[in-house]
């Protein structure tokens, strides 16, 4: 009976612990922010700033892949493990790309725990 009543106290404690964990913050989904102009000439080549923030990039928690799309096809990937996490909990990549079209960028980057916030969108339109 003891071991039947030490093993319910131990189910809701971890129960609780992820429970309150999830509602106060501990938990965090990875996210990011897309910085571009929103105009180019034709022809040209852009900078694009990817800001990546997550609450933690620990051993066991942490951003693990982010990538960037140009017009619906994969341009950029970046790929993190425990031994080689992101460098802060707010970290940033950045790319050129060539500009000869109207440009949709989207963005994601996906916690290994708890998913993503969703995609960033952002739109460059063609000068001539």
Known sequence: MKILIARRLVFYFLFLTVFVAAQTGWAD????????????????????????????????????WVTLKVNGKEFSRWDFTRDKRPEEAVFSREVKIPVNEPVELVAEANCNIHGNKGPAKWKITVKE
């Open 29 to 64: 989904k990875s996210a990011v922010t897309i910085s571009a102009p929103e105009t180019a000439a034709k022809g040209s080549e852009v900078s694009v700033k990817l800001t990546i923030t997550h609450s933690a990039n620990s051993y066991f928690h942490y951003t693990n």
